[in-house]
């Protein structure tokens, strides 16, 4: 209701304005007096006309960010205060400022280009800050007419990419790959409109409350570090390239440029930088051919290799980037097994692309070492030790926190080298599925869902089954699709209809961080979820499966199911300033709200909800990509 008063007072301003348009009043004055004749309740009927015809057209103008924003409003949020004032104000006057949307003869330029017509306009969003006039003055010299000209998209990298580099001339052609790939178009329908429209939402309130810090926290409009390194930006680079939204992404890139410093006197976890930060940094070098973004990874890279100075080559989990002393967590004398083997990905491109062979050396080293290690049916405990170089004994065996993702690199890693012949990464992946179909796999007695369980103590057998495992359907699909055996493809199937129900079974339609089954009669239900199991981090691995479901079959029922999610978050996780996490996924009116939007959800969530949503299911090209474990995808090497 208030947003439809909004609606009424900003036609009503734009009615007045326009009738105030001066060097017409010969014209207007007889017009006037014309309408002053007309019998009263006859201009009333026309004022009414008039205003019901703009609202209708504000509502259904196309590519309107109104839309969206307000009936997302109209959905009801649990506990939190509906967004209306200044976000309704900022909307109203971008509207008060564009007037030609309303033009028969101006087409509305596209989305990424939106910005590019407020460079005549008075800046009024208070969510800008103001390092963006540096972004300004390279804006104007891009034409403001609609389409993607390439040589127009060239001249824009040119510019960016000088910008960074004032007094050196003629470094431009060095410093731009020429082999960028293709044009990302932007968002085609509107399901992807609706995911654009959730990331602008998640980075405005980032932009205004937590800007160059790790995560926004939405509620308590703060911000929160964990390493001090710019996370959701440096995360969402290529999300936003993908996303084609180009203003966003330049003034990332200029803040990565000027502002992400590596010399900071700070612990930080390998695993988690190489993950998010290389391997953002990395991906947008690829995508946009920008060799800046090349330069801070090798930065980045030089600091994290004293990780590997270990007596066995197993790396330390954390290093601080200044001294480049590294270490073993505080909390423990191990590594996770997932953490060193969850960044070969990225330190093997950083090695090709840079052309120090270094980085790769010391992640196939380690490839080697766990390789060589004694196994359970190929399933791996999930603690090792960086001193002797062997796994923890007694320690558990999962597919979900701190085991997932050395599976999922198994095969990716062998993707990523162009299917080596012989690999025994590729090998290991295949003994390993086959001890998970073994060992963890198992239906409930009553509803047949089929899930992966843990080995307490390397052997006991627990029905419990993190929401990070879901990442593996889409990875076992993926492996199928590349010649791995067909009981793959039935385990796919049957575990992303599990994960599915994880989400449908909650009265959210929310999936909780960890849910349990039943194995005899212990229970009601088969899916079971504890309260302090119960909350949801806005992670992406279920979305992910969706993805590759889609993209390897083409079969748009997992987009369905990909936007009933979608809808969900929207529903229980938007709030004012952003998205949040939330405690409960098992009642509606109580979601306990974490006030964490953490840079995964920028990351890879809405990366993978707008890939799933895309006409195109080949928007990245699965034959020259392979995504890493942070959704950041990096070129198929060929030698
Ligand atoms: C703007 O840039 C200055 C340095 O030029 C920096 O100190 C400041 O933190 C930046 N502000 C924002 C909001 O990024
Ligand atoms: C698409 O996938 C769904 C769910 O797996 C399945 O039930 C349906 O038969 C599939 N449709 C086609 C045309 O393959």
Not at 167 to 176: F, R, T
């Amino acid at each position: 209701m208030e947003t439809r008063s909004d609606h009424v007072a900003l036609t009503l301003q734009l009615g007045s304005s326009d009738s105030l348009q001066p060097g017409l009043s010969t014209t207007r004055k007889s017009c006037r007096r014309y309408w002053n004749q007309l019998p009263r309740c006859l201009r009333n009927l026309i004022i009414i006309g008039l205003l019901t015809a703009c609202v209708a057209l504000l509502l259904f103008l196309p590519g309107e960010q109104l839309v969206p924003d307000d009936s997302a409003n109209s959905l009801g949020h649990i506990n939190i205060a509906p967004f209306k004032d200044e976000h309704n104000n900022i909307l109203r006057n971008e509207n008060v400022h564009h007037p030609k949307r309303n033009s028969e003869e101006v087409i509305p330029p596209p989305t990424p280009l939106r910005k590019l017509e407020d460079n005549n306009q008075p800046q009024i969003d208070p969510a800008q800050n103001p390092n963006d006039s540096a972004q300004n003055q390279i804006e104007p010299q891009i034409p403001l007419d609609n389409k993607p000209d390439p040589e127009i998209e060239k001249g824009s990298r040119e510019i960016l990419a000088n910008n960074g580099l004032e007094g050196e001339p003629n470094v431009l052609e060095e410093n731009i790959d020429n082999n960028a790939p293709k044009d990302f178009s932007g968002p085609s329908n509107d399901r992807q409109r609706a995911v654009v429209d959730a990331f602008r939402h998640s980075w405005r309130g980032y932009k205004e409350f937590a800007w160059g810090h790790d995560n926004l926290k939405p509620i308590s409009m703060g911000s929160h570090d964990w390493f001090g390194l710019g996370l959701t930006i440096v995360d969402a680079l290529d999300t936003m390239y993908i996303m084609d939204l180009q203003d966003e992404f330049e003034e990332s890139r200029n803040w990565v440029d000027q502002h992400l410093s590596f010399n900071i006197n700070k612990d930080v976890n390998l695993f988690e930088v190489t993950i998010r930060v290389l391997g953002g940094l990395l991906s947008a070098y690829h995508l946009s051919g920008d060799k800046m973004f090349l330069n801070k990874a090798i930065d980045l890279g030089n600091r994290l290799m004293p990780c590997f100075d270990t007596p066995s080559g197993i790396p330390y989990s954390d290093v601080n980037l200044a001294t480049m002393k590294a270490h073993s967590p505080k909390w423990s004398p191990d590594s996770s097994t997932s953490e060193v083997t969850t960044i070969q990905l990225e330190f093997r491109d950083l090695a090709r692309s840079s052309g120090d062979k270094a980085f790769e050396e010391v992640v196939q080293s380690v490839n080697e070492k766990v390789h060589a290690l004694p196994k359970t049916n190929g399933l791996v405990p999930i603690f090792i030790n960086a001193n002797s170089g062997a796994f923890r004994n007694f320690a558990t065996i999962s597919l979900g926190a701190r085991g997932d993702s050395y599976y999922e690199y198994l095969l990716k890693q062998w993707l990523q080298t162009n299917k080596k012949p012989n690999d025994f990464l590729i090998e290991d992946y295949k003994t390993a599925m086959d001890g998970v179909l073994t060992q963890l796999v198992r239906k409930t007695p009553a509803e047949k869902h089929t899930y992966i369980g843990e080995l307490i103590n390397g052997k006991d057998f627990k029905p419990k089954m993190d929401h990070l495992t879901c990442y593996l359907p889409g990875t076992l699909l993926l492996g199928h699709r590349h010649g791995m055996p067909l009981s793959h493809l039935t385990l796919a199937n049957e575990l992303l209809e599990t994960c599915y129900q994880t989400y449908m079974k909650q009265p959210t339609g929310l999936a909780p961080e960890i849910t349990y089954f039943k194995l005899n009669d212990d229970s009601e239900t088969d899916i079971i979820v504890k309260p302090n199991d119960a909350h949801n981090l806005l992670r992406p691995e279920f979305v992910e499966s969706l993805y590759y479901f889609y993209a390897l079959t083409g079969n748009k029922t997992y987009q369905d199911m990909g936007w009933n999610i979608f809808q969900s978050f929207e529903k229980y996780t938007k709030v004012k300033h952003g998205y949040t996490s939330i405690g409960n996924v098992k009642n509606v009116l109580n979601t306990r709200p974490r006030d964490m939007m953490e840079s995964f959800w920028l990351g890879e969530t809405l990366k993978y909800f707008y890939l799933l949503f895309s006409d195109d299911r080949n928007e990245i090209d699965l034959d020259k990509y392979v995504l890493n474990t942070e959704a950041h995808p990096l070129p198929i090497l060929h030698n």
